[in-house]
Structures are given as C-alpha cells and as structure tokens.
C-alpha cells in the first residue's frame, strides 16, 4: 500500500470523561463537529495527506466499531499514550506518524508542512508552535507553554517516529506526559548544565529537544509550525468551543 501509516491515539484515561458528558456522546473521538465525528476528520485530514494506512489506538467498543466503519486498522488502546504508540510503533513499522483523535482542526497541509521540515536523519520529531503564532490564530485560547529562549511553545499534538530506535523516546515521553502540566520537572531531567542555561533564558526549544532526544540515544527534532491553529487540540469544554467557533466561520 502506497503512502505513509499514521496512528490516531483514541484511548482514554479512564472514567467519565467530562468533556464526552459535555458534548453528550460517549467518548470525544466521537464528538461531532461540523456534521462529522473528530474522529473522522482527524481520519480525513491524514488520507489527504497522503496516509495510505491508518490505525486508531481505542479502549471504548463504541470508537472501535466507528473506526472500521471508516476502514481504519482498530488497535486497542495500552495503559498510556506511550505505550499504545509503541504497541503502534509493532503493528506498523516505521516511519509512523501519531496525532490524536481530538486533533479537531487538523488539515492536510499541516501534516504535509510537517513531515518535510523534519530534518534528515532525525529519529523522533515533535511539531510545536510557538505562543504568539498561536494567538494571532486563535485570540485568547489557553495552551500550556513550555517557555524558552527563543519564545514560549506549546506541542501540536503531530510525531514522527522514523525510525525502528525511535521507540527509545517513549521512556521518555511517559515521563513527560506524567509531567505535562509541571513544565519545570520536564526541564529538569536535561540535566544541571543544560538547566542551568534554560534558567538564564539561553536555552532555545531545538536545542532542548536534541538534548532530550541524546538522553535517549536518538536524534531528535522540534519542527515549528507556521500553523497557530495546530495547537489548538479539545481537552476541555471551552476547547470545544473554540473550535465550534472557529469551523462555524
């Protein structure tokens, strides 16, 4: 099969999901926006894209059955973000690209925009945007902002795994993703000197990500978006909102 795979994170956390109640469906993949589930969309944007296979990580039956109506591979969903990318990372190989399911507004020429500015060779790369891109996009949106100093940024919800050693990152992003709301904690773990710089305002985004990715035996990359909407993902009911707002101009 022509194209590149994708992997679409469709799991959840566990429990009622606040933001499923809000919108009054079962799961937020399954939230319509538009006319169309997120999980479509997201779906659609991939295959213009050029996805030629799609798989979407679930742990609700619900999602699974709405998955392979629209013919995507239906993977179940792992103990984490991390861990169902690596489960992926098994099923399809690499290069793999991930987003997720609550990716609203993704388009086509977002992910096209991305997968040619990562730089040859990288093993992982991570698209973010910077904060005033974001703002000029969407005025008054509230994203976590790991500030640097080379501005504040905020993740686009866009990887690359490249390669089969890529898999070495995801150690690594479950630390993150546990320290996801504590920004302080992720630049912790670059270690004294590197934090030492990132405390006196030197230290830009590429070169905190590179660092990272050496702590983990890879090159890795951060590609910034010229997309301010590509950080705008739904987490919350005022995301969703948002992007109602935005879809319904």
């Known amino acids: 099969m022509s194209g590149f795979k994708a992997l679409i994170l469709a799991g959840s956390r566990g429990g009622v999901d606040p933001l499923a109640a ?3 469906v079962a799961h937020k993949a399954l939230i319509l926006l538009d006319g169309e589930t997120l999980l479509t969309r997201v779906a659609r944007a991939l295959t213009e894209a050029g996805a030629g296979e799609i798989a979407v990580s679930v742990s609700d039956e619900a999602v699974g059955a709405h998955a392979r109506s ?3 591979h239906v993977l ?8 169902s990318v690596r489960q992926g990372v098994e099923a399809l190989g690499t290069p793999l690209l991930v987003t997720t399911a609550d990716h609203a507004l993704l388009q086509a020429d977002w992910v096209t925009r991305f997968r040619a500015d990562i730089p040859a060779g990288a093993d992982v790369a991570v698209l ?17 902002y790991l500030r640097f100093a080379d501005g504040a940024w905020s993740g686009c919800n866009l990887f690359q795994f490249g390669t089969a050693r890529s898999v070495a990152a ?7 993703e546990a320290d996801r709301k504590r920004p302080w904690r992720i630049v912790r ?19 905190a990500v590179a660092h990272l ?5 890879l090159d890795a990359a ?12 739904v987490d919350k009911p005022e995301d969703l909102d948002l992007v109602r707002r935005l879809t319904a101009n």
């Open 22 to 24: 809000y919108a009054g």
């Open 70 to 72: 629209l013919g995507l």
């Open 76 to 83: 179940q969903a792992a103990g984490g973000p991390s861990l």
């Open 128 to 144: 973010l945007a910077r904060q005033d891109v974001i703002e000029a996009a969407a005025p008054g949106t509230k994203r976590t």
């Open 170 to 176: 995801l150690d690594l992003w479950a630390q993150v």
């Open 189 to 207: 773990r670059l270690g004294v000197g590197t934090l030492l710089r990132y405390l006196l305002g030197r230290l830009t985004l590429v070169q």
């Open 213 to 217: 990715g050496r702590l983990a035996g």
């Open 222 to 233: 951060a590609v910034a978006s010229p997309f301010g909407l590509a950080a705008v993902d």
